[in-house]
Nanobody
Framework: QVQLVESGGGLVQAGGSLRLSCAAS????????MAWFRQAPGREREFVAA????????DSVDSVKGRFTISRDNAKNTVYLQMNSLKPEDTAIYFC???????????????????WGQGTQVTLSS
């Protein structure tokens, strides 16, 4: 049984930082690309950032480039999202997800991912 457990969310002032973590179990973590998505109230789930199985390649949505960094530690079966210079529009529930296929290239859409965490709330105060 694959499990993804996010942590690190919270309430932060605009301009502040948070680091989200996602601990994975149940399959060989190092074989799969991982991603972070987010969903704000009344909006669809959107792609934030992805990282390939080795950590050598990443991608992110334009709105977070230069502010958010995705990384992974395969020895700890954990993927991270370092979020700096946070803005009110970053308020959302953040989900980590594991790609359906091993050794795959990066995917930016939700249908490419088969396992999801429960989400962690990030709230910005202005």
């Amino acid at each position: 049984q694959v499990q993804l457990v996010e942590s690190g969310g919270g309430l932060v002032q605009a301009g502040g930082s948070l680091r989200l973590s996602c601990a994975a179990s149940g399959r060989t973590f190092s074989m799969y690309a991982m991603a972070w998505f987010r969903q704000a109230p009344g909006r669809e789930r959107e792609f934030v950032a992805a990282i390939n199985w080795s950590g050598s390649t990443t991608d992110s949505v334009d709105s977070v480039k230069g502010r958010f960094t995705i990384s992974r530690d395969n020895a700890k079966n954990t993927v991270y999202l370092q979020m700096n210079s946070l803005k009110p529009e970053d308020t959302a529930i953040y989900f980590c997800a594991s790609d359906r296929l091993p050794w795959s290239s990066l995917h930016l859409t939700t249908d490419a991912y088969d396992y999801w965490g429960q989400g962690t709330q990030v709230t910005l105060s202005s």
